[in-house]
């Protein structure tokens, strides 16, 4: 045997059991994030809100410093603090839009919210405006454009990550499954792609992340798809999970009790042609929300991973192998979530478009800012509108 097949059979029996070890290693700390993530689900949506804002602020953290690290070494002032004072103003100016959509209750119960919801954006324009005059003089001179670099980079930053935070808290509201599925599917894809590339890849998907194979993303697709069918099905039968998150200001806590919507009321379907030669079965009974569930999966398995392949090109671009060491074998936060945000961002956007109407709360906080002139000649109009479809029996009216 040659020196050199002695030194590459070395290299290989220190690779393999390297190779294992960070496999049990993230295995391990996998099933701990899972297992926590299903505690802070039972501890309610209080408790997820309060997480995601945490790994909110983390992930701000873990970008920032990156910035930072180049911004320090020509010691010029205020971009850690100016940083973090944007953030700030960004999170009061969202929280404070979710108070006002969410809490309508609450607001109209204290005074001094009332100010602050009918104000909210012109105070939280002032806060942003006054950060603004804070990086025009704190402009050095010889340093404009990294100072302009940095200014770009905490903005892009903000947009990134906290905008992303506010869109999975408006997910949490329309329901806990729209916070949960979409969530469970980037996780489970994430685990399918490895298990299938760690056993079967052999051919490179993308030269930005060397170690994501085709075997990896298919593999991932399939097991997706059909994970968040049988989850969707299993959370569509209970109201917890079903029911739009609402404030009950009586209680002071968030209520989760509500007539299930169609979307997960079981249906019969009926097959196709092809579909029912192939199987026997005629028909089929799934909750509607299985099949949007469908949609929800594949996006997370198909362009979720970009978001993946976006960070690593971002770390590459700073020659960095993590966001940071918080989590062994995993690396950072944001290295945990980078497709959480793509996906956050998809659910919200079809939320919007294929499942939401107008949002009766909201509508009625603005119906009760009016003037009461104003809120009689809507009740008018609505009374009327009501008679001529039919819902207002003519007795009722003529009482009136």
């Given amino acids: 045997v040659s020196p050199v097949d002695n030194n590459t059979q070395g290299e290989n029996h220190r690779t393999y059991p390297f190779k294992w070890k960070n496999w049990w290693i993230r295995g391990i700390l996998s099933l701990t ?13 209080l408790m997820l809100i309060f997480v995601v804002m945490s790994i909110q602020i983390k992930c701000f ?40 959509d969410y809490f309508g209750a609450l607001v109209r119960r204290e005074e001094p919210l009332q100010f602050l919801v009918r104000y909210h954006r012109f105070i939280s324009f002032t806060l942003y405006l006054a950060g603004f005059c804070m990086f025009v003089l704190s402009l050095v001179k010889k340093h404009y454009r990294l100072q302009f670099y940095m200014f770009a980079w905490t903005h892009v930053t903000l947009l990134i990550v906290v905008t992303q935070s506010h869109l999975v808290i408006q997910n949490l509201f329309e329901g806990m499954i729209w916070f949960i599925v979409p969530i469970s599917t980037v996780i489970c894809n994430d685990i ?22 085709w075997e990896g993303f298919i593999g991932g697709f399939f097991s997706t798809v059909v ?44 097959l196709p042609a092809t579909a029912q030669n192939l199987l026997r079965w005629k028909t089929v009974n799934l909750y509607p929300f299985q099949i949007h569930s469908i949609a929800l999966s594949t996006f997370a398995s198909l362009i979720g991973p970009f978001g993946g392949f976006f960070a690593s090109g971002f770390k590459r671009a700073f020659k960095i192998k993590d966001f940071a ?76």
Avoid at 33 to 45: E, R
Avoid at 200 to 209: A, C, D, Q, W
Avoid at 239 to 259: D, G, H, K, L, M
Wanted: glycine letters at 6%; hydrophobic letters at 40%.
């Fill in 33 to 45: 994030m899972i297992t926590g993530f299903f505690l802070i689900i039972y501890l309610g949506p």
């Fill in 325 to 400: 060491d918080t989590i062994p074998g995993h690396g950072g936060i944001m290295d945990r979530f980078d497709c959480q945000y793509l996906m956050a961002t998809f659910v919200h956007v079809y939320i919007a478009s294929f499942i939401r109407g107008p949002n009766p709360s909201k509508v009625l906080q603005q119906l009760l800012a009016l003037q009461p002139e104003q809120q009689l000649s809507i009740f008018n109009t609505l009374r009327n509108h009501l008679r001529e479809k039919g819902m207002l029996p003519p007795a009722v009216l003529e009482a009136q």
């Fill in 61 to 100: 953290q873990e970008i920032i410093t990156i910035g930072y690290r180049v911004y320090h070494s020509y010691e010029l002032p205020w971009f850690r603090t100016l940083s973090w004072y944007f953030l700030i103003c960004v999170n009061y100016f969202f929280y404070g839009e979710t108070v006002a």
């Fill in 227 to 270: 994970f968040s069918f049988l989850f969707a099905y299993l959370l569509s039968q209970y109201q917890y999970f079903v029911c739009p998150v609402e404030y009950n200001s009586e209680t002071n806590r968030f209520t989760v009790e509500c007539e299930p919507s169609d979307l997960f009321v079981m249906q019969e379907y009926t």
């Fill in 192 to 213: 399918m792609a490895y298990l299938f590339g760690f056993f079967f890849g052999r051919t490179p998907l993308i030269k930005l992340s060397p170690k994501k194979t």
